[in-house]
């Protein structure tokens, strides 16, 4: 191949934005995933698993290992939110205003699709027409729905969600999820996240929304096999007040009778973990590309590095003549602050960048400007008061959180990052040290 279409097609398989497909997986040597498989080889009962980490470390690639591992024993169904909300339902804010109540109903109607679809389950029309009963008391007690309500069957509801279900009955159960796309002319047409009070757990009409979404889990797993239920995409609230009412004030979401797996908010900010209720939290964090003893130190590189590498490596392992310099793929991966999408990001930039010279090799110059393109972004908006804390966490021995609630959004936005130890601890983006927290080394002119 070319060189000029070698890297077109490296261009095209680093898309920062898609889970990696398994032939092109690296194994996480500080993953939780595979101790929460055995976990659940255990057969323990239904487990309640809140699993996060900073933005851009693979959690919905590692879930998607978590589920297309669990086929043979479990009838697998997985929800992306972020894609539901804003592709589906049409309005993307809307997830960072989800209440309890409505992921009750969500995981409920996605289980109804995915048991129709894959499954070829007949339901009894009764406990839909339950389902949507208990909506309605609760929308309009909430103030989501008006009084008179709109009538919806549920599985005509259902036909508008975009899911991933285990194989059909009669399919290779170890293959991988089957995307089930919306079907022709179907639409989602009820409000989500526009809810203008609050029911407690213990309300009638929440007991009984939660009693109806479990009448429909229930009567898959008595008929077929176990549930896991993965629901992707909740990462996305920010808001500790949201956080706190559901997964704190409220333990409805976590009373559904099925393994549930969520991608969650970060827990960090205001010190929230300690207080989840019946969830077990699971973090996956940033590969240690950073040496702990001297992070800003370039040539003393963490252990995460042989990730990268092996991340390389899995998507260009048939195009011949890909091979990147070790010198280069390790600067790139120490530059992608252990984050893999960063990480993917890099390799496209630079992937641009060779096309857009038509280069026959890949240069040092060619790395620096795919490195100073992400650095730019990263910098744009920092005020003096974000650099004077980034640099309080660099001068820190310990490299600890600074007492200042202004952190979470640099945690957020991805200026500073967690890494393991002993302890998490934290340090400026590697990016951000090429120029704007760059320091003199000892012994170094000026």
């Known amino acids: 191949m070319p060189p000029a279409a070698q890297w077109r097609e490296i261009y095209r398989r680093f898309e920062p934005e898609t889970p990696a497909k398994p032939a092109w997986r690296a194994e996480r040597q500080d993953s939780p995933i595979p101790r929460l498989r055995r976990a659940l080889n255990a057969k323990l009962g239904a487990r309640q698993v809140y699993f996060m980490g900073s933005v851009g470390t693979g959690k919905s690639t590692e879930l998607l290992r978590l589920a297309e591992g669990r086929q043979a024993e479990d009838f697998v169904v997985l929800l992306d939110l972020v894609h539901h909300f804003e592709q589906v339902v049409g309005d993307g804010p809307a997830l960072h205003r989800v209440s309890a109540w409505e992921l009750c109903f969500l995981a409920a109607v996605t289980v109804w699709r995915a048991a129709e679809a894959q499954l070829h389950h007949r339901w009894e029309p009764e406990l839909g027409e339950r389902l949507m009963k208990a909506w309605a008391r609760v929308a309009k007690a909430t103030g989501e729905a008006s009084p008179e309500g709109p009538s919806i069957d549920v599985s005509a509801l259902a036909k508008s969600m975009v899911i991933q279900a285990s194989a059909a009955v009669g399919g290779p159960v170890g293959a991988g999820l089957a ?90 900010s205001e010190l929230i973990a300690p207080l989840i209720r019946d969830f077990e939290v699971k973090v996956l964090p940033n590969e240690p590309v950073l040496s702990h003893d001297d992070p800003a130190d370039l040539s003393r590189r963490g252990p995460g590095i042989l990730f990268f590498r092996q991340v390389y490596a899995a998507r260009v392992k048939d195009l011949e003549g890909a091979s990147l310099a ?43 400007a795919a490195l100073d393109e992400q650095r730019r972004l990263l910098e ?22 600074p007492d200042d609630d202004r952190v979470w959004k640099l945690l957020g936005s991805l200026q500073l990052a967690p890494y393991p130890n002993e302890s998490e601890w934290y340090y400026p983006h590697p990016l951000l040290l090429r120029s704007l927290l760059r320091r003199p080394r000892p012994g170094s002119p000026g």
């Open 326 to 368: 070790e010198e280069h793929l390790d600067e790139l991966a120490y530059y992608s602050g252990g984050q893999v999408r960063m990480f993917i990001k890099l390799i496209r930039s630079l992937a641009q960048e060779v096309v857009s010279e038509g280069a026959a090799e890949v240069t040092a110059q060619h790395v620096e």
């Open 179 to 268: 995307m089930l796309a919306s079907a022709t002319n179907a639409r989602w047409s009820l409000p989500l996240g526009v809810t203008k009070g609050a029911l407690p757990d213990q309300d009638p009409a929440m007991q009984g929304l939660l009693e109806a979404a479990n009448e429909i889990i229930r009567a898959v797993q008595r008929e077929y096999r176990p549930l896991l239920l993965v629901l992707d995409g909740l990462d996305r609230i920010t808001d500790p007040g949201r956080i706190k009412a559901l997964f704190v004030e409220s333990a409805l979401f976590s009373r559904l009778d099925c393994t549930l797996v969520i991608c969650g908010p970060n827990l960090r």
């Open 380 to 401: 744009m908006g920092l005020t003096r008061g974000h650099i004077a804390l980034l640099e309080q966490v660099m001068d820190d021995p310990a490299h600890r959180l």
